[in-house]
């Protein structure tokens, strides 16, 4: 099967994500790439324009799975 660049492994792409629970903004500032949005409702929060390869998207999900946000919704941008 011919693989498709724009899927490997190692390349970056940009995601959103979409969360419920408590975070604050310095979380976004301090585990997520400087280009990353932080816009918060109540306890549903989006993290958008985050610039990551896959084992970074893993490395934030299991950060933020490790401090109890439920995850909504991930979005390939």
Sequence with gaps: MPSNPDTTLGGIRSYALTLHGELDADFASTFCP??????????????????????????????????????LSLESE
Excluded: P
Aim: hydrophobic fraction near 40%; proline fraction near 0%; include cysteine.
């Design 34 to 71: 400087l280009e990353t949005t932080f816009v918060c409702d109540g306890k549903t929060f989006r993290l958008a324009n985050l610039h990551l390869d896959q084992s970074g998207l893993i490395g934030l999900l299991r950060h933020l799975h490790n401090v109890g946000c439920v995850i």
